[in-house]
C-alpha cells in the first residue's frame, strides 16, 4: 500500500468513528513484537481529524494520539506516524503514559503498545504489541497509566490490568456488580491516576469512582455527592482537590469532606466533561461537548469556543507542555492557545 492509498484509507477509517468521549472499531489480532520503520507524512493537513491525546515525554518529544491514525510523533523537525503500517498495533489511541525507564505506553482499540527506548535501533523503531487473545481476551483498552513505583494500569471495556514489568495480571475494582463485554460497559475505566499521596483513582462508567490506597478501596458515587455515577476523569490539583469530569453531570470538585458540583444549570453550557486539565497557574481546564473548554481561575469561569478560535466541539485532550505551549485536541484537530485566543496547527505548524 503507497501513502497516497494509506492516507485514504486513514480518512475513511476515520469517518466512521464517533466523535464523542470514547469511539467505535473493533480490536484485531496481532503479533507480539515488530520493528518497523516509520512513514513520515510532510502536507499541511490536519494532524488528524480528531486529536484523542496529547503528551510530551521526558525527551521533549510530543505524541499525538488520533482517533484513526494511530500516534502521531514530533520530535522538533518533522511529523511521523505510528499505526498498523508501520508494526503499531493500534489506529484508535486512548491514552499514553511514559514509565521511569522512558518507555512509552499507549492503550489502543487493540490492547496495549509499549514503545522501548532502550532497544530502538537506528532507523526503526521497536514496538511490544500486547494485543492478542492471549493477553486480555480481545479487550480494547481506554486508559493507561505508569505510576510513582512503575507500575502501568491499563484500563479495558470490563477490567483493569497491572503489568508487573513480566506480565499482565488483572486488577479487579469491587464493583457492585458484573457487566461483561469487550467494548463499553458500566465497568468501563475512562481514567487512572494517581494523587500526591500515592493513592490510585480509576473512573467507570457507572459506578463512580474507585481510590485504592494498596490495601483497600473507597468508592464515590452519587449517594456522597459526586454528580454523576459515569465519570470520564480524575485529577488532582496543586491544592490536593480531586476533580471529577462525567459524562451526564457536569463536573466535580472533591475536597476530601464534601464535593461542589458545576453543571449547565450553573457555570458551563453542557453536562458531558470528558477532560480536566490544571495549568502551572493553577487553573483549572475542562471541556463541556459543543462548548469547547472553559477555564476556572477559582472565581469564575472563561468559555473558549468557535468565537475565540476553537472549531472543535468535542474536545477529548488539554495539554501545556514544558515549553509553555498549550494545546487542545478533539474533533477538529489540533489547536493552540496563545493566552487570549487559538488557532489551528497543521503538520507543517506552526509549532513555536
Not at 492471549?134 to 497491572?162: C, E, H, M, P
Request: aromatic share 16%; proline share 2%; glycine share 12%.
Amino acid at each position: 500500500m503507497n501513502i497516497l492509498n494509506a492516507q485514504i484509507y486513514l480518512i475513511l477509517f476515520s469517518i466512521i468513528l464517533n466523535t464523542a468521549c470514547d469511539g467505535s472499531d473493533k480490536p484485531k489480532k496481532s503479533e507480539n513484537k515488530v520493528n518497523k520503520s516509520e512513514i513520515v507524512l510532510k502536507s499541511n493537513k490536519q494532524i488528524a481529524d480528531y486529536v484523542r491525546n496529547i503528551f510530551q515525554d521526558k525527551n521533549g518529544n510530543l505524541w499525538f494520539g488520533t482517533n484513526g491514525y494511530g500516534v502521531a510523533h514530533y520530535d522538533g523537525d518533522s511529523v511521523s506516524y505510528f499505526s498498523n503500517a508501520q508494526g503499531f498495533h493500534g489506529q484508535q489511541i486512548t491514552g499514553i503514559t511514559e514509565d521511569p525507564d522512558k518507555n512509552i505506553w499507549f492503550a489502543t482499540d487493540q490492547g496495549v503498545v509499549k514503545y522501548d527506548w532502550s532497544i530502538t535501533k537506528e532507523g526503526a523503531k521497536q514496538f511490544t504489541n500486547y494485543t492478542d487473545l492471549l493477553y486480555f481476551g480481545g479487550q480494547r483498552f481506554w486508559s493507561i497509566f505508569a505510576d510513582s513505583k512503575g507500575t502501568v494500569w491499563a484500563g479495558s471495556a470490563s477490567n483493569i490490568f497491572r503489568f508487573d514489568g513480566g506480565n499482565w495480571k488483572p486488577f479487579k475494582l469491587p464493583y457492585p456488580e458484573e457487566a461483561s463485554g469487550n467494548f463499553i460497559t458500566k465497568m468501563t475505566t475512562w481514567s487512572i491516576s494517581e494523587d500526591r499521596a500515592g493513592n490510585m483513582w480509576f473512573s467507570t462508567n457507572g459506578y463512580g469512582a474507585f481510590k485504592y490506597d494498596g490495601q483497600s478501596f473507597t468508592q464515590y458515587s452519587e449517594k456522597d455527592g459526586l454528580t454523576d455515577n459515569s465519570v470520564d476523569n480524575i485529577m488532582e490539583d496543586q491544592k490536593g482537590n480531586i476533580w471529577f469530569g462525567t459524562r451526564h453531570g457536569g463536573l466535580s470538585r472533591y475536597d476530601g469532606e464534601t464535593f461542589t458540583n458545576y453543571n449547565r444549570n450553573n457555570n458551563i453550557g453542557n453536562n458531558e466533561v470528558c477532560v480536566i486539565y490544571e495549568d502551572k497557574e493553577g487553573n483549572i481546564w475542562f471541556s463541556s461537548e459543543g462548548f469547547g473548554v472553559y477555564c476556572y481561575n477559582g472565581v469564575s469561569f472563561s468559555n473558549y469556543g468557535k468565537n475565540q478560535g476553537l472549531d472543535v466541539g468535542a474536545v477529548q485532550t488539554i495539554f501545556e507542555d514544558k515549553e509553555g505551549r498549550f494545546w487542545v485536541g478533539g474533533g477538529g484537530g489540533l489547536y493552540r492557545f496563545d493566552g487570549k485566543s487559538f488557532y489551528n496547527v497543521t503538520i507543517d505548524g506552526p509549532w513555536n
